[in-house]
């Protein structure tokens, strides 16, 4: 059974930052790639940012310079940087792990979500 608990979401004002993260737990052998989506109501889920195991990372281009991407593989757990946030960056927020098991099975588990809300 492996399980990811997000934490971090909040009420900020725009231009604020908040930092997000996401911890993985279970029968886990090794996480490959770690990512973040988010879905606006009204609006599909979108991919925000993912960082491979070896630190490659990559963002949506309305984020690019203001949120950054990090891991920490001895704590099987993923953060989100966010800074200059701006009210269109309010979501709910899901971190995505692509993993495999000790038993071998390799899948992609998702968080429940943690609401980022940005507004005077």
């Known amino acids: 059974q492996v399980q990811l608990v997000e934490s971090g979401g909040g009420l900020v004002q725009p231009g604020g930052s908040l930092r997000l993260s996401c911890a993985a737990s279970g029968s886990i052998a090794s996480i490959n790639v770690m990512a973040w989506y988010r879905q606006a109501p009204g609006k599909e889920r979108e991919l925000v940012a993912f960082?491979?195991?070896?630190?490659?990372?990559n963002y949506l281009d309305s984020v690019k310079g203001r949120f950054t991407i990090s891991r920490d593989n001895a704590k099987n757990t993923v953060y989100l940087q966010m800074n200059n946030l701006k009210p269109e960056d309010t979501a709910v927020y899901y971190c995505?792990?692509?993993?495999?098991?000790?038993?071998?099975?390799?899948?992609?588990?998702w968080g429940k979500g943690t609401l980022v809300t940005v507004s005077s």
């Open positions: 960082i491979t195991s070896r630190g490659t990372s």
């Open positions: 995505k792990d692509s993993l495999l098991t000790v038993t071998g099975y390799g899948s992609y588990y």
